[in-house]
């Protein structure tokens, strides 16, 4: 079992930035691959990016391609999202998934196996 906390949302104004956190404990951060998701006030949750066990490979929703980065960090069992050029559309909360492939990047929700509890990111206009 993986236990997922996330951190880092809060509020911030269109065209701003933040960086969301997510620490990973209680199996080896390594043997997972590693998600991001987000769900609005009355919409399903959505893909947002996703990346490999060594960070080889990455991919992202085109609604955030080219705004949005995920990285990791396996020696501090943490996996990043950096989002720049934010917009009201990225008002949700955000999500981490851990997957137990750790060579997939799926944008499919139900190929992740842990989740935690959400960090939520407001943007203002």
Do not use: H
Not at 26 to 41: D, E, I, K, L, V
Not at 77 to 104: F, G, H, I
Not at 111 to 124: A, R
């Amino acid at each position: 079992q993986v236990q997922l906390v996330e951190s880092g949302g809060g509020l911030v104004q269109t065209g701003g930035s933040l960086r969301l956190s997510c620490a990973a404990s209680g199996r080896t951060f390594s043997n997972y691959a590693m998600g991001w998701f987000r769900q609005a006030p009355g919409k399903e949750r959505e893909f947002v990016a996703t990346i490999t066990w060594n960070g080889g490979n990455t991919y992202y929703a085109d609604s955030v391609k080219g705004r949005f980065t995920i990285s990791r960090d396996n020696a501090k069992n943490t996996v990043y999202l950096q989002m720049n050029s934010l917009k009201p559309e990225d008002t949700a909360v955000y999500y981490c998934a851990a997957d137990k492939n750790r060579y997939r990047y799926s944008g499919s929700y139900s190929t992740y196996d842990y989740w935690g509890q959400g960090t939520q990111v407001t943007v203002s206009s």
